[in-house]
């Protein structure tokens, strides 16, 4: 009964790596959207995409970047890994699209990936 | 920019009791609330989902409510037992800068004893 998938549960990178994590739903959602969770700060959003190609800013971007090439796959992109980036990441996706503003649909989530850079 | 606070952040309790966690945020404009569990290095799992036209949602031994003119919710767990025990999120949907994606509370961390 897997919806979201992440493609890998652990990682561990080096420093300056550009490393891409992998998320694949299966449950035709317009919306997706990559998290990281650190202790203390909560889950703060990255990056979301609305459609195919079209990618949007979270409220922390910087140093990362998104691919959504097909509807059913996000990619987020660490273009050169840093220590600072150590964290848990979290895709999730939802229906809801600014068309269908009758329409609001429960959040699914992927099982996190656990990102170590060293 | 929507806040969402959480109290507590922790909590023991015995089992068997009943307990209820806390969510409130600072802009009523929300298109819905929605309540997670998440388990220890684990994602989160969707719990509740009530729309902003709802004022509770049931399942099981759960129950969320929203007032969404005061800002709050809470959920209210039945009977706990020593399998509810993780962190539970709050997160409410809304049109802001970030288009429609959830903003989360910081979580109420449960622990529930035998």
């Known amino acids: 009964d897997v919806k979201v998938t992440q493609s890998s549960r652990y990682l561990v990178k080096r420093t300056g790596e550009k490393v891409f994590l992998e998320c694949v739903q299966d449950m035709d959602h317009e919306n997706m959207f990559w998290y990281r969770q650190d202790p203390g700060l909560g889950l703060r959003l990255i990056y979301f995409s609305y459609d195919v190609k079209m990618k949007e800013k979270g409220d922390i971007p910087e140093g990362y970047s998104v691919s959504r090439e097909k509807k059913e796959r996000f990619s987020l992109i660490l273009e050169s890994a840093s220590t600072n980036q150590t964290s848990m990441y979290l895709c999730?996706?939802?229906?809801?699209?600014?068309?269908?503003?009758?329409?609001?649909?429960?959040?699914?989530f992927g099982q996190g990936t656990r990102l170590t850079v060293v | 920019k929507q806040e969402v606070t959480q109290i507590p952040a922790a909590l023991s309790v015995p089992e068997g009791e009943n307990l209820v966690l806390n969510c409130s945020f600072t802009?009523?404009?929300?298109?819905?609330l929605q309540w997670f569990r998440q388990d220890p290095g684990k994602g989160l799992t969707s719990l509740l989902l009530i729309q902003s036209s709802q004022r509770e949602q049931t399942s099981g031994r759960l129950n969320a409510s929203l007032d969404k003119s005061s800002g709050r919710s809470t959920l209210y767990i039945a009977a706990s037992q020593p399998g509810d025990s993780a962190t539970y999120l709050c997160?409410?949907?809304?049109?802001?800068?970030?288009?429609?994606?959830?903003?989360f509370g910081k979580g109420t961390s449960l622990l529930v004893t035998p």
């Open positions: 999730a996706s939802t229906s809801y699209t600014p068309l269908q503003a009758s329409m609001h649909t429960e959040a699914f």
């Open positions: 802009d009523s404009a929300i298109y819905n």
């Open positions: 997160a409410v949907s809304g049109h802001s800068n970030s288009g429609y994606a959830l903003n």
